[in-house]
């Protein structure tokens, strides 16, 4: 060894620097313009500019020292960690799980049981109705969608980029359905998986056996053209202005939300007259209908046709070298996954009481194909993290009040909220880039169970 | 479907009838027919770009031929016309299960996943095209049972049966060569065919593998095989056809093929008054 | 008959611009194999970029020359974008290339989503005006020819052919043929792969800033939120003219621009988009991998 460590460390300084000085020279010239030079309206409604230099050197100055930092310090730092790890020889398998790692499942179930109630518990009963509503329902819908999605991306590897498109068959089914023909939520419920499930196999069936990105492509077109047809369809859909006074679900028909009703539940059971208890309901729901898509996933994981899905995402060619009829097999999957959006899509519209096209935008799939693939693709724990990650941790700014008596009144948390969600996709991806759980639970075996790593599964190209 | 070709002999499983095909302006395949037998291993060999993968294309399905009819003979007595067939149907209705040239696993499933997608089609049944499977009827769970049973069976032939719960991915290369004709055994085929089985292994797996396959005539099922190793195809094959600019040159036992001036002129592209010496050096055994 | 020739000229401008997206698309397809969805954001902040630069020169230089003004706007358009996307590809894909596939589709998707919210936050969410900047009209009978219509379609048409140029002729453009065919083997034979690839960025960038600012001038206004519609219609393009290749990109873009002006011409304006979206899924059923494609051949 020819180096010192001194002369090292200085050499790794001036690199340091030099990078930083790099860096900030970069970000100069990106914010230069969008940072550096406001656009505003003046009032005579005339659009003009103005500068803000404090904060470009603020976005160089972080740029800059950032990756200083990054170069200097945190890098060698996890280098050196990494190189003592490989050196104790001892592997990073550790056999023995904590309580809380083996009984995670449990935990976690309880958790959801008891929620509402510790909720009203904590917070009250006006109180509660945020956490319910904005956090429980809201992440559970999302955790319902990814597992649907999960079939046809994670399991079956087809790209799927307009799986909103089902969200909104089973959304207007239900709202023009009720509102037409007054069917309940429990009768349409199942109808509008049905109908979403139908459409799933509409829409597949001419466009399965394009491959990977053609796919891909299409089915975002399939996506946009439904949203564009509820836009302009106004007969029906009554277009941008969307529907509303949808229906609420009853208790199974026996008691009614409905405030008016004779048979309302509150009254019936003595209660304070609140939408919390409504709320509370629907939050049962919801969980029902993701443990039953969970465990179907799971039951038909290990069927047949379950295998034949993964098989096909591992190797097409030669599934047909089997027997598997791959056009069948493609279909089953999106059918299945569509129809599971299509019981979000109704539930979603009988929870919000109004539709509208807006709701089923391009984005929308992009989040939900987004948690499917930071979750790990086929992981359903991992998936259900990643929807509380990424849907709870941005529905919290909305909260975050505090953070205007740091940056002034100004301020609204909520306009950074989308900006923060695509940094976390993409910081996410880069540590993890197969996802929160990257390996793969066998769906059979003869001596032992042992999870497949991330590295043999594939990611399908079609 | 089910066409009866009279003149079929009567223990043949396969019977290609002037085959030809076209790509584009190129003809792979020119008016090639043979025949392979019930319970024999058929050894189709030629040298590079002969068209050999091209013949096994169309016979599993993967291409259409631009001429000519393959049927192929069940053990019930019914004819398949395969160039007829969807793709998938070539194994799922005629019996045919086929193996690749460059190896294709499902790697991220386990060994023993790999044999239970191979059965899809009895488990589909079964589990009355999922839905009573999924109401957990015990139907299912006995051919499911059955399933494992017969996935042990072939794992235990392949020697695989202590990888059974790891990744395909991460078996050897001989080793995922045994899975992938471990698996095309899975579909109970009467008619296995295999593309350059013993390409890439060493001496002592190609061994474990000729072993592998005489088992397989054995119990029943006939063989097809594209083969470079002479090594493998003259000690394993009953029935050798050479083919070369896709037009067939020689047709018999080993034997026959190996001291057929064409075929030796063929593989070593050598003028003819060369032939003798080389057809004596292959008397004494050491080509 | 003059009718259609007026959509037709409507539509091959708007195809155009299309176009010169979609080689952006078609490009970094091609390369690395990915679908960057957040190009149709560059498209967004070249025309903001444009913009900015428009504003600032008219209120120093009140009478500058519209020519001058617009090729400043162009090259500090291009500088910018290209300089956004040699970032985006170093901090967002570089690290996840040669990994799983779909990582690099989702940190494009939430570039796509950093980029125009950026916007929103640094420059507001409402649509910005700019007053005209070319005026001229040229009448042919009743047809009529804006003479930005025409400057649109010549920079297209000079800048494809300085393209082709390059990737046809340039051993720049051999070292992009060479890694889109095989990169592990383009670098084993010296060919720098990962400079050509951000050379790649930088060049669809700067013609996504071209289409951004002569979307600008065209109609006139920018939006944090134009990256969208524009970019999945681009994407369209290059998947119907066949992904990867780049007259297919082009051809791809026209025939959009013309489906969507002839469409709204003679049925109904609100389902130009639903027209689009539907001819694409229908050529790709029928020529699943688009017009000029090369079909994809399953080795066995």
């Known amino acids: ?462 | 479907m089910t066409t009866g070709t009279t003149t079929m002999t009567k223990d043949a499983i396969l019977k290609v009838d002037h085959l030809s095909m076209k790509f584009g302006g190129l003809m792979a395949i020119n008016d090639f027919s043979f025949e392979a037998k019930r319970g024999e291993i058929t050894a189709l060999i030629g040298p590079n770009g002969a068209g050999k993968t091209t013949v096994f294309n169309c016979i599993t399905g993967f291409y259409k031929p631009t001429m000519g009819m393959i049927t192929l003979k069940r053990k019930d007595g019914q004819d398949y016309l395969l160039e007829r067939l969807r793709d998938f149907e070539i194994n799922k209705v005629a019996g045919v299960a086929r193996t690749f040239q460059n190896i294709r696993l499902f790697s991220g499933l386990t060994v023993l996943e790999n044999l239970l997608v191979a059965q899809h089609n009895v488990l589909m049944k079964a589990s009355g095209y999922t839905i009573l499977g999924l109401l957990g009827l015990p139907a299912y769970k006995t051919a499911a049972a059955e399933a494992i049973e017969k996935a042990r069976h072939w794992l235990e032939m392949a020697d695989l049966i202590d990888r059974a719960d790891d990744p395909a991915g991460d078996l050897s290369y001989g080793a995922q060569r045994r899975l992938e004709i471990a698996r095309a055994m899975c579909t109970g085929p009467e008619l296995l065919c295999l593309d350059e089985p013993a390409a890439g292994l060493n001496p002592k797996e190609s061994l474990t593998l000729n072993t592998l396959l005489r088992a397989i005539r054995d119990e029943g099922t006939s063989l097809l095989l594209i083969e470079h190793d002479m090594s493998v195809v003259m000690e394993i094959s009953d029935h050798v056809v050479v083919l070369e600019y896709g037009q067939k040159i020689s047709d018999g036992t080993p034997d026959h093929v190996k001291n057929d001036p064409k075929v030796i002129a063929a593989y070593l592209g050598v003028e003819d008054d060369e032939v003798e010496a080389i057809e004596e050096k292959l008397d004494e055994g050491t080509v | 008959m003059e009718y259609f020739i007026q959509q037709l000229i409507n539509g091959l401008t708007l195809g155009s611009i299309y176009g010169l997206v979609a080689i952006g698309y078609t490009m970094v397809y091609g390369i690395i194999g990915m679908i960057n969805f957040a190009h149709g954001d560059i498209f967004m902040l070249g025309g903001f970029a444009a913009l900015i630069i428009f504003l600032i020169l008219t209120s120093f230089f009140a009478g500058i020359p519209v020519a001058l003004l617009l090729l400043v706007m162009l090259l500090v358009g291009m500088l910018m974008t290209g300089l956004w996307n040699w970032t985006i590809e170093r901090v967002a894909y570089r690290p996840l290339r040669g990994s799983f596939r779909l990582a690099p589709l989702i940190t494009a998707i939430g570039m796509s989503i950093v980029l125009s919210n950026f916007i929103q936050v640094t420059q507001g969410p409402r649509n910005k005006p700019i007053p005209p900047l070319v005026t001229d009209v040229y009448h042919l009978g009743n047809i009529t020819i804006s003479l930005k219509q025409i400057l649109i379609v010549v920079i297209t048409s000079v800048l494809l052919f300085a393209f082709w140029y390059i990737v046809n002729k340039t051993p720049l453009g051999r070292a992009q043929r060479a890694t889109e065919q095989d990169r592990k083997m383009a670098a084993l034979l010296g060919v720098d792969v990962d400079r050509t690839i951000s050379i790649t960025f930088i060049m669809g960038a700067a013609l996504a800033a071209v289409a951004g600012t002569m979307y600008l001038m065209y109609y006139g206004v920018a939006g944090f939120n134009d990256g969208f519609i524009p970019g999945v219609k681009a994407f369209t393009a290059a998947v119907l003219g066949g992904i990867g290749s780049l007259p297919g990109a082009v051809l791809g873009g026209l025939l959009i621009g013309l489906i969507e002006s002839l469409w709204s011409a003679y049925f109904s304006i609100a389902y130009k988009d639903v027209a689009t979206f539907a001819i694409l899924a229908i050529v790709l059923i029928f020529k699943p991998t688009g017009i000029l494609g090369r079909p994809e051949v399953e080795k066995v």
């Not at chain 1, 009984?103 to 109180?127: D, E």
């Not at chain 1, 969600?421 to 540590?431: D, E, R, S």
């Open chain 1, 1 to 462: 060894m020819a180096y010192t460590a001194e002369n090292n460390s200085s050499s790794l300084m001036a690199k340091a620097v030099k990078e930083g000085i790099f860096a900030g020279v970069i970000a100069f010239g990106m914010f230069l313009l969008f940072v550096g030079i406001e656009t505003y309206q003046d009032i005579n409604n005339q659009l003009t500019w103005r500068t803000r230099w404090g904060l470009l050197a603020v976005f160089v100055a972080v740029a800059a020292i950032g990756r200083f930092l990054t170069v200097g310090f945190i890098k060698p730092h996890l280098d050196k960690r990494k190189l003592a790890k490989a050196k104790s020889g001892v592997l990073d398998i550790s056999t023995d799980k904590s309580f809380f790692h083996r009984n995670f499942l449990k935990i976690a179930l309880l958790f959801l049981l008891c929620y509402p109630f510790l909720a009203m518990l904590i917070f009250g009963r006006q109180g509660s109705l945020k956490y319910v509503d904005n956090f429980g329902i809201q992440i559970l819908i999302y955790v319902m969608l990814a597992w649907g999605l999960n079939i046809v991306v994670g399991l079956a590897g087809l790209l799927d980029l307009g799986y909103v498109a089902f969200y909104a068959v089973g959304a207007y089914s239900y709202a023009l359905l009720s509102a037409n023909f007054g069917f309940s939520f429990w009768l349409l419920l199942p109808m509008a998986g049905i109908l979403a499930g139908f459409w799933g196999i509409i829409l597949g069936f001419p466009v399965l056996r394009l491959r990977g990105d053609y796919l891909a492509i299409v089915t975002l077109a399939f996506g946009e053209i439904i949203r564009l047809v509820l836009i302009n369809w106004t007969d029906v859909t009554r277009g941008t202005f969307g529907i509303s006074g949808i229906a609420k679900a009853s208790f199974f028909g026996i008691w009614s939300f409905d405030v008016g009703a004779a048979n309302n539940f509150n009254k019936a059971w003595g209660l304070p007259s609140s939408s919390v208890y409504y709320k509370i309901f629907l939050f049962y729901v919801i969980l029902a209908l993701c443990l039953i898509t969970a465990y179907v996933t799971i039951r038909l994981r290990r069927m047949p046709i379950g295998r034949a899905w993964e098989a096909l995402r591992e190797d097409e060619i030669a599934c047909r070298s089997l027997g598997i009829n791959t056009v069948t097999t493609k279909l089953t999957a999106f059918a299945t996954g569509a129809m599971f959006g299509g019981f979000a899509g109704s539930f979603f519209a009988a929870r919000q009481g109004f539709v509208s096209p807006e709701s089923f935008v391009f984005l929308e799939s992009a989040v939900i194909l987004a948690i499917v693939v930071l979750g790990g693709m086929g992981s359903l724990t991992g998936i259900a993290i990643a929807a509380v990650v990424m849907v709870g941790g941005t529905e919290l700014l909305r909260e975050m009040e505090f953070l205007k008596h740091v940056f002034g009144p100004d301020f609204t948390p909520e306009l950074y909220r989308m900006l923060l969600f695509g940094l976390a996709m993409i910081i996410v991806m880069l540590f993890k880039p197969r996802g929160f759980v990257g390996t793969r639970e066998p769906t059979a075996f003869l001596k032992e169970r042992k999870a497949v790593s991330g590295s043999f599964t594939k990611e399908g190209h079609g």
